[in-house]
């Protein structure tokens, strides 16, 4: 499988019945990366350490939480106060968790910049959004187990979503629920498959690296790598990268745990879930606020569900809604202008999320939901016909041997 | 293998055969996956909860009392007559869920609701005295702005149908038996 040698008799050994040895000197260590990759190239790595963190917290957190509605909210409670570390761990996880959506987000955004979704890239792009949408789902029954006001009502608002579904909707959501409100059952499953999916993300995650080492990373120019003049190996340039990138992650992310744990959090989540009253004034967690605007946006309860997942599902399509063949903004100058409004309306759908529904927010919110759909619906498969794309460096070695600007690089060319 | 009809007669054979035999499997793999589904909905004990039985003899003109019938709130509300008056007299012209006052009311006096949004579930104000009420004076859902009138009538906002009656009777002139 590999030309590796391996000094340890034991490790040649194993190698030889089981290659897992060749197959990270492989992997991690040889893998050839483009040499001109930039700090956003650490998000991937970053979002795999917030899953395994999570995961590690989670586990924990579990040997002291009960799954009972009479229990739950006295079992975290006690988990803050009494279980040694307990605050730590849980304030470790519940950051964690925006903490990941943050680093994934930025991902995302990364992705949709340099054009990364594109061809031989789209079943990598495809495993990505599958990712976020099971990261939403975990979130989402994570934040349900605490029992507080908003896991209750959040709960509640989320699972009648399906009811808006026509003819079935009212049994799913019982199906749902266990029951005719969100209750001791409903609790429980949650409980499990919020034990489980962190599970299976993982396994997504693999296909998705799986993917990934078929053609390598793209990069900041969006061309293909030509040859190993164009490469790096992983290991050390990259993994030195990732570990710095780490630490200022890590620096942050403890700034958060430790001095501002609830800023992310609603203290109404530390009221008991009462099923008889409702809060004045019910938000979603931040990282779905977004989606919660275009929910609301529409005046009608399918519509608003339909154009909600909609805006997840549009993202699974982009790779061919997307038609123009160059993959870096760098060389799309339209296409940035957009990138950057498009950056802008989702920022302004959280902001329009977090706010009442009524008057101007609704407003805004339905012209930003109409922005975000313009945008990968009309304006990516529109594009390419209107705009001049700059001229593409023949390889990455010249734009790196020659100064960072892609424009002199060429020059460089053109003197040659 | 030399006679080609007696071939082909064998292959057809087969194919029927894979064809039945993956049905069969098929329908074994669905009916053992039922229950595995099935146990998600409510159980025995869930669907066999009590009846509620609510006392209204110390319920004034113009007061509301909840109370919990499932797992959910319900909502009693002694009207006034001028709420009466107001529920009867609304033009339905204009109502998303056209629907008479006097088919969503036993006793007039009295108007029983699931204190449940229609939209998403949430429970609307408009039962203790200091309550946001609405534009149309009877519930109002903080969530997402749904407005109810005087006979929990959906007139503005997203919930597409009125707050629903649940089955009720009148066990006297003033106790009732909700379930």
């Known amino acids: ?416 | 293998m030399s006679k080609k009809p007696n071939k082909k007669n064998d292959e057809s054979k087969r194919d029927f055969l894979l064809v039945s035999t993956y049905a069969m499997a098929g329908i074994g793999a669905a009916s053992f996956v039922w229950p595995l589904i099935d146990q998600m909905n409510p159980a025995a004990d869930t669907l066999a909860l009590a009846s509620t039985e609510i006392d209204l003899s110390s319920l004034e003109e113009g007061q509301a009392i909840t109370v919990k019938w499932r797992g959910k709130p319900v909502f009693v509300r002694h009207r006034t007559p001028g709420e009466i008056r107001d529920a009867r007299e609304a033009s339905m012209d204009d109502m998303r869920d056209p629907e008479k006052d006097s088919d969503r009311v036993t006793n007039e006096k009295y108007i029983v609701l699931v204190g449940v949004c229609t939209h998403l579930g949430c429970v609307p104000l408009g039962q203790k005295s200091g309550d946001v009420k609405g534009q149309y004076g009877g519930w109002f859902c903080p969530c997402h702005g749904s407005h109810y009138d005087h006979s929990g009538r959906i007139r503005k906002g997203p919930a597409p149908t009125n707050l629903a009656v649940p089955s009720y009777e009148f066990l006297s002139d003033t106790l009732i038996k909700i379930g």
């Open chain 1, 1 to 416: 499988m590999s030309k590796a040698k391996f000094k340890n008799p034991v490790v040649k050994w194993i190698d030889h019945r089981l290659p897992i040895f060749s197959f990270m000197d492989h992997e991690l260590n040889h893998y050839p990366t483009p040499k001109n990759l930039n700090y956003f190239w650490n998000f991937g790595s970053l979002a795999g350490i917030a899953l395994v963190t999570m995961i590690i917290t989670g586990i924990v957190l579990s040997m002291n939480y009960t799954a009972h509605v009479d229990y739950a909210f006295d079992s975290v409670e006690r988990i803050m106060r009494d279980v040694n570390h307990g605050w730590l761990i849980r304030y470790i996880h519940m950051n964690g968790a925006s903490f990941f959506f943050i680093v994934v987000y930025i991902h995302i955004f990364r992705g949709l910049y340099y054009g990364s979704y594109k061809a031989p890239r789209e079943l990598l792009w495809i495993l990505g959004v599958l990712i976020l949408l099971l990261m939403m789902a975990t979130a989402f029954m994570g934040y349900v187990l605490p029992w507080g006001q908003m896991s209750f009502w959040g709960a509640t608002v989320i699972t009648n979503l399906f009811s808006a579904i026509p003819l079935v909707g009212e049994s799913i959501v019982t199906w749902l629920w266990g029951g005719f409100s969100v209750d001791n059952s409903t609790l429980n499953r949650f409980f499990s498959l919020h034990f489980v999916l962190p599970f299976v993300i993982v396994g997504v995650v693999i296909l998705h690296l799986v993917a990934l080492h078929r053609f390598g990373s793209n990069n900041p120019i969006g061309i293909d790598v030509k040859g190993t003049q164009d490469t790096l190996p992983f290991n050390p340039y990259y993994t030195i990268k990732d570990l710095f990138g780490l630490g200022v992650f890590l620096t942050i992310f403890a700034a958060a745990v430790f001095f501002f744990p609830n800023f992310m959090g609603h203290p109404d989540n530390y009221i008991e879930a009462n099923p008889m009253v409702t809060p004045a004034h019910i938000v979603p967690e931040w990282y779905f606020l977004p989606f919660y605007a275009i929910l609301r946006a529409i005046p009608d309860k399918l519509g608003g569900v339909l154009f909600m997942f909609g805006s997840i599902a549009v993202l699974f399509v982009i790779p061919w809604l997307d038609r123009s063949s160059v993959r870096s903004s760098q060389f799309r100058p339209i296409f940035k202008i957009f990138f950057w409004i498009l950056l802008a309306d989702c920022v302004l759908l959280g902001y329009l999320g977090a706010m009442p529904a009524e008057g101007i927010y609704v407003i805004l919110s339905r012209i930003a939901t109409a922005y975000y759909f313009f945008h990968f619906l009309i304006l990516f498969p529109l594009l390419p016909y209107i705009e001049k794309t700059k001229p593409l460096p023949i390889s990455i070695s010249e734009p790196v041997l020659s100064g960072s600007s892609p424009a002199s690089a060429f020059a460089f060319r053109e003197k040659k």
